[in-house]
Antibody, heavy 126, light 111 residues
Framework: QITLKESGPALVKPTQTLTLTCSFSGFSLTSTGVGVAWIRQPPGKALEWLGF???????RFRPSLKSRLTITKDTSKNQVVLTMTNMDPVDTGTYYC??????????????????WGQGTLVTVSS | QSALTQPASVSGSPGQSITISCTGTSSDVGSYNLVSWYQQHPGKAPKLIIY???ERPSGVSNRFSGSKSGNTASLTISGLQAEDEADYYC???????????FGGGTKLTVL
């Protein structure tokens, strides 16, 4: 059974750096074709993909946020960490991590999110 | 990075069918058979209901179905039930610089 759970501060000040941790179980981020993504949702607004980290340690980021984002993994702890610098009130929202099947054993791309964390609300305010 | 285009809202009565469209471009929806759909109830995490345009995960009702034609994907919900009232998001692989992209979301109201 795959589970994911986000943790981190509920409140950060403008210009500060946000660090969120996604702790997961039921899969290994060393397994070929597996990825973990970070997705956020401002209050009342749509989902917004932030970035991926893949089994092979490759990373991909939302182009408009690439300069502010870092994603790392600790496979021994089954954790993925998102760091976002220079936080602004517009970054307020619920942040989710999600398990993604990138491709299958036949090397066919899949790219869907089959398991999600419960999300964590981050408010950016002074 | 613009979102895939979805109607802001749709509505239907119990028992009816509704369809939510998701329009992209030849660079994303039109190029890959990798559209997925997510259902999100208020205060909850999204749930996968369709992947690879038409596939339904185990445990998802067969009242949910997906299709794609050209640059537009669609989600159809048949036999509407009160519990279907939620927000629905499409998502597609886009490759290249964009990589992946979500739709703007559609609020389904069951009248």
């Amino acid at each position: 059974q795959i589970t994911l759970k986000e943790s981190g501060p509920a409140l950060v000040k403008p210009t500060q750096t946000l660090t969120l941790t996604c702790s997961f179980s039921g899969f290994s981020l060393t397994s070929t074709g597996v990825g973990v993504a970070w997705i956020r949702q401002p209050p009342g607004k749509a989902l917004e993909w932030l970035g991926f980290i893949y089994w092979d340690d490759e990373r991909r980021f939302r182009p408009s946020l690439k300069s502010r984002l870092t994603i790392t993994k600790d496979t021994s702890k089954n954790q993925v960490v998102l760091t976002m610098t220079n936080m602004d009130p517009v970054d307020t929202g619920t942040y989710y991590c999600a398990h993604s099947v990138i491709y299958d054993s036949d090397l066919h791309y899949k790219y869907y999110f089959d398991y999600w964390g419960q999300g964590t609300l981050v408010t950016v305010s002074s | 990075q613009s979102a895939l285009t979805q109607p802001a809202s749709v509505s239907g009565s119990p028992g009816q069918s509704i369809t939510i469209s998701c329009t992209g471009t030849s660079s994303d929806v039109g190029s890959y058979n990798l559209v997925s759909w997510y259902q999100q109830h208020p205060g909850k995490a999204p749930k996968l209901i369709i992947y690879e345009n038409t596939e339904r995960p185990s445990g998802v009702s067969n009242r949910f179905s997906g299709s794609k034609s050209g640059n537009t994907a669609s989600l159809t919900i048949s036999g509407l039930q009160a519990e279907d009232e939620a927000d629905y998001y499409c998502y597609s692989f886009a490759g290249g610089f964009t990589h992946v992209i979500f739709g703007g979301g559609t609020k389904l109201t069951v009248l």
